[in-house]
């Protein structure tokens, strides 16, 4: 499986970005996905997750109501589109795939495949 996560950039406190992610190499419709971030510094985090059928979102307490992660099935992509940024949503964001489904909210450590990371700068 490849991933490229594109759609990272500076924006200011309050403002949106969506993020977007390509996968080939696979059967996307078999895969769930999910995006993490790394800010510096840190561990990575789960952001959310999608399982295969679209069926069981999952976000970290800290980007609910504010982010969402969607999947396009027909286009292979997954989006994570993030509204009112905060400063401490700045990070490298990757978005990962795994085979079989999500039955909670995993980690990093449960995904298999991973694109290359986008920047997010938030600026206060």
């Known amino acids: 499986v490849q991933l490229q996560a594109s759609g990272g950039g500076l924006v200011q406190t309050g403002g949106s970005l969506r993020l977007s992610c390509a996968a080939s190499?696979?059967?996307?419709?078999?895969?769930?996905m999910g995006w993490f971030r790394q800010a510096p510094g840190k561990e990575r985090e789960s952001v959310g997750t999608i399982n295969w059928n679209g069926g069981r979102i999952y976000y970290a307490d800290s980007v609910k109501g504010r982010f969402t992660i969607s999947r396009d099935d027909g286009k292979n992509m997954v989006y994570l589109q993030m509204n009112n940024l905060k400063p401490e949503d700045t990070a490298v964001y990757y978005c990962a795939a795994r085979l079989g489904d999500t039955p909670y909210f995993m980690g990093s450590n449960m995904f298999r495949w991973w694109g290359q990371g986008t920047l997010v700068t938030v600026s206060s």
């Open positions: 190499g696979y059967a996307f419709g078999r895969l769930s």
